[in-house]
């Protein structure tokens, strides 16, 4: 399997060698662009060399042709009986057709510069050899010579293509080694990220990936760190509402279990065992509202097709819930307070249900009989909920925690006033999800004020 680190190297490998021959094809275009002007340029000095000699046919001719090599051309002539003479700096490839030189004797002009065959035309162009020449006819004397002219670039150009080549060479090399650098540097948090995971999947989750760079592997560090401390804290939560959970399902199991083997062995009266029974029906009863509860919240955690909404008078929602209630809050004999305004809301009307009864019901419970519960509705920039009774309020300390899940305010509490420590979360979860807020205002000994905000929907 290849890793990260020789998949990166090997890329930037590739690109360097596609470059590189990106260049070389775009060379090898442009030279066979100016081969045929350059080619045209060396024929007409040829022609001037000749003519000049033509001209003054006095001039000793090697010594004449050896001055014209001195300026930068190397200059190959021969006769019809193949003698040869060189000037200028020696060629390294002095192979030519005889048909080609016969051509020129006869009074043909030799084109090779353009007309030689090269795999690459920068070969071609810079090659030394008598047939990358221009070739014309010359009369030496009476006789016909064949004069072969080509400029010497190498003494031009050659120590420019040696500093070229070894650049190339040195940029190249020196472009793989910091390659191979910058590389590692990205490859190395990649390495501590995975580590990580792996401790993540292990189940330890106490990780923190120390990088100071501000690049996107930075980012994606911090980002990781952030994630293992959440899920850090969330294992916490779950074995946590675990742990509550089984508590609160193992004290009425329990308290069922003792009264009813109690019932059994006949170790009770009757009267006694008719009050065991109404124990054992309330812890039932107390076990079936904390598995709805539970399923109400696994359902809203969820938050995917959960919300039904609908409209409907959200004043006559809450006359309801009063009514359903009424025995309870006139047992106690508690004074309510109605201020509703009519309001047509767009929401989830069983959802909503459940935060009104839940507030309400728990405003009948903590308000001590002759008490006074307070219950309004107003139209504002959005709508307001809020329910207020005179009981026995929450201790300042108290009030941060109220909505997290089991959280009971005084677990000291006689079970006729305890609940499960569900409600509130339960409550908060669905003015969430209809995007609103609940501000919980109260005092110990004075009583409580509940105000939920719903935007209109």
Same mark, same amino acid.
């Given at each position: 399997m290849r890793t990260l680190y020789t998949r990166i190297v090997i890329t930037f490998i590739l690109i360097a060698l596609v470059s590189g021959l990106s260049? !070389?094809?775009?060379? +090898?275009?442009?030279?066979?662009?100016?081969?045929?002007? +350059?080619?045209?340029?060396? !024929?007409?000095?040829?022609?001037?060399i000749r003519l000049l000699y033509e001209k003054v046919p006095d001039l000793a001719l090697d010594v004449y042709l050896s001055h014209i090599s001195n300026m930068g051309f190397q200059i190959y002539t021969v006769n019809d009986r193949m003698e040869e003479t060189f000037y200028g700096s020696p060629f390294k490839n002095r192979e030519i057709d005889v048909k080609q030189i016969r051509g020129v004797l006869e009074g043909e002009v030799y084109h090779g510069m353009v007309e030689a065959q090269h795999w690459l035309t920068v070969n071609g162009f810079f090659e030394n050899s008598i047939r990358n020449s221009v070739g014309v006819p010359l009369k030496i004397k009476g006789a016909d010579y064949a004069l072969f002219v080509r400029p010497n670039l190498e003494q031009q150009i050659g120590d420019v293509r040696v500093l070229l080549g070894i650049l190339l060479v040195i940029t190249f090399l020196v472009s793989i080694v910091l390659i191979a650098v910058s590389t590692q540097f990205i490859v190395k948090p990649l390495k501590k990220l995975t580590k990580a995971t792996k401790k993540i999947v292990e189940g330890d989750y106490n990780i923190e990936i120390d990088l100071a760079r501000q690049d996107e592997l930075g980012n994606l560090a911090r980002h990781f760190t952030?994630? /293992?401390?959440?899920?850090?804290? !969330?294992?916490?939560?779950?074995?946590?509402?675990?742990? +509550?959970?089984?508590?609160?399902?193992?004290?009425?199991?329990?308290?069922?279990?003792?009264?009813?083997?109690?019932?059994?062995?006949?170790?009770?009266?009757?009267?006694? %065992?008719?009050?065991?029974?109404?124990?054992? &029906? &309330?812890?039932?009863?107390?076990?079936? %509202?904390?598995?709805?509860?539970?399923?109400?919240?696994?359902?809203?955690?969820? &938050?995917?097709?959960?919300? +039904?909404?609908? /409209?409907?008078?959200?004043?006559?929602?809450?006359?309801?819930?009063?009514? $359903?209630?009424?025995?309870?809050?006139?047992?106690?004999?508690?004074?309510?307070?109605?201020?509703? &305004?009519?309001? $047509?809301?767009? /929401?989830?009307?069983?959802?909503?249900?459940?935060v009104w009864f839940n507030f309400i019901t728990n405003?009948?419970?903590?308000?001590?009989?002759?008490?006074?519960?307070?219950?309004?509705?107003?139209?504002?920039?959005? $709508?307001?909920?809020?329910?207020?009774?005179t009981g026995i309020g929450i201790p300042e300390s108290d009030l941060p925690r109220i909505f997290e899940r089991f959280y009971k305010v005084d677990r000291a509490r006689d079970r006729t006033r305890s609940g499960s420590g569900l409600g509130l979360s339960i409550a908060k979860k669905i003015v969430e999800l209809h995007h609103g807020s609940i501000n919980v205002q109260s005092e110990s000994g004075k009583g409580t004020s509940v105000t939920v905000h719903l935007p209109f929907l």
């Open positions: 260049a !070389l094809l775009l060379s +090898n275009i442009y030279l066979g662009k100016i081969r045929e002007n +350059n080619e045209q340029k060396v !024929l007409n000095i040829s022609n001037e952030f994630m /293992a401390q959440s899920i850090k804290q !969330l294992d916490e939560m779950r074995q946590q509402f675990v742990a +509550n959970v089984s508590h609160e399902i193992q004290s009425p199991l329990t308290s069922i279990q003792g009264f009813a083997q109690a019932i059994l062995e006949k170790e009770a009266t009757p009267v006694q %065992s008719e009050r065991y029974l109404h124990i054992i &029906e &309330e812890e039932s009863r107390r076990l079936s %509202s904390l598995s709805k509860q539970l399923l109400t919240l696994a359902t809203l955690d969820k &938050e995917n097709n959960v919300m +039904n909404p609908s /409209a409907f008078r959200l004043d006559e929602q809450l006359r309801q819930i009063l009514i $359903v209630s009424e025995w309870q809050w006139a047992e106690k004999q508690l004074s309510i307070e109605l201020d509703l &305004e009519q309001t $047509v809301i767009t /929401a989830d009307q069983q959802l909503l249900y459940q405003s009948i419970k903590f308000t001590p009989s002759g008490g006074t519960i307070s219950l309004k509705l107003a139209v504002k920039d959005d $709508v307001v909920v809020e329910v207020s009774d």
